[in-house]
């Protein structure tokens, strides 16, 4: 990954979880109405959600890259071990 996109992500990770941080405050007596702190469980829970999206989407990203590159390779040399068997015959 770039270094430029890289800081881009670091950046989307912190603020996340400052985002999850200030939720915190409100599950406690700073916020009276228990309904009112359920609800904003559903927003805490919602930004835990889209920070482990984006991170299984890089991940998956480069696993799949990676595979594919190991693929396109062993398919490579396997076909250069054909040809070279059929060279011999």
């Known amino acids: 990954m770039k270094n430029r996109s890289r800081n ?3 950046f989307f990770n912190d ?11 409100f ?12 609800n904003i469980g559903f927003s805490c ?3 835990i959600a ?9 991940v998956l990203g480069g696993v ?3 595979l594919r590159l190991t693929s396109i390779l062993l398919y ?3 076909r250069a ?3 070279k068997m059929i060279k011999r015959y």
């Open 81 to 83: 071990k054909v040809q």
């Open 8 to 10: 881009r992500f670091e």
């Open 27 to 38: 599950f406690s007596d700073f916020v009276p109405n228990a309904e009112t702190q359920y």
């Open 50 to 58: 889209l920070n482990v999206i984006c991170n299984m989407t890089l």
């Open 45 to 47: 829970i919602a930004f």
């Open 15 to 25: 603020i996340c979880v400052y985002l999850v941080t200030c939720h915190f405050m």
């Open 64 to 66: 799949f890259r990676s």
């Open 76 to 78: 490579r040399m396997a």
